[in-house]
Nanobody, 125 residues
């Protein structure tokens, strides 16, 4: 079972990126999925999460209105659209999946059983 995150890069402030998280090994269509990020010297923090049905996403306050989480269960992929990026958004972004059949979302990293390898997002001022 693997999660493969991609789509990171270097952008100027105000720019956009779209992160993808492709799952392989089994379907994650019934798992709640989340995105976290970790900046140098800081703890991993919650960014966004979504239940299996794609409804009622949850965002951390600092990204509300700028980031959008979505999922394509047929493709076993979760996305994070990052708009109006700010230098403080610079971090390694990780996708994660909760245990199988756990559909309730969570903001706590330890609640997630599967993690991608991370993709670097760097926003220049």
């Amino acid at each position: 079972v693997q999660l493969q995150a991609s789509g990171g890069g270097l952008v100027q402030a105000g720019g956009s990126l779209r992160l993808s998280c492709a799952a392989s090994g089994r379907t994650f269509s019934r798992n709640a999925m989340g995105w976290f990020r970790q900046a140098p010297g800081k703890e991993r923090e919650f960014v966004a999460a979504m239940g299996w049905s794609g409804t009622s996403p949850l965002y951390t306050e600092s990204v509300e209105g700028r980031f959008t989480i979505s999922r394509d269960n047929a493709e076993n992929t979760v996305y994070l659209q990052l708009n109006s990026l700010k230098p403080e958004d610079t971090a390694v972004y990780y996708c994660a999946a909760r245990p199988h059949r756990i559909t309730v979302i969570s903001t706590t990293p330890r609640s997630y059983s599967y993690w991608g390898q991370g993709t670097q997002v760097t926003v220049s001022s």
